[in-house]
């Protein structure tokens, strides 16, 4: 979701400006490779449970998580097994037309 937005409290230009490089390039693949018959896109996934996160957090404190989850509609973080539908879904042939989208799973932090 950092391509998309600018989260908050942490300050993190180049690490939302990587993320936005990653989304442009998806596209500008699926632009090219289309024509091919290929289809590529891109996920961005909101607040998860991740070991990266779980060793942040054992730094940062409760806090961080607590002004996260007050911004998540659904209240919470979510754990990455709960990404599986949506990447299964894209690989699939039910969205074949499916190309150069970026598909936010993020409980709706985002919809603000």
């Known amino acids: 979701m950092s391509a998309t937005i600018c989260v908050r409290p942490q300050k993190q230009a180049a ?45 940062e404190g409760k806090e961080l998580v607590g002004s996260w989850e007050k911004d998540i509609p659904m209240g919470r973080m979510a754990e990455p097994h709960e990404l599986r539908g949506t990447i299964v879904w894209m690989a699939s042939g039910a969205s074949s037309y499916l190309n150069g989208s970026d598909v936010i799973v993020d409980g709706g932090y985002t919809a603000w």
Request: no cysteine.
């Open 15 to 59: 690490y939302n400006t990587s993320k936005g490089a990653i989304q442009m390039l998806a596209k500008s693949l699926a632009t090219e490779w289309g024509p091919r018959g290929l289809r590529v896109n891109s996920l961005s996934p909101g607040y998860m449970k991740t070991d990266l996160i779980k060793g942040l957090l054992e730094n």
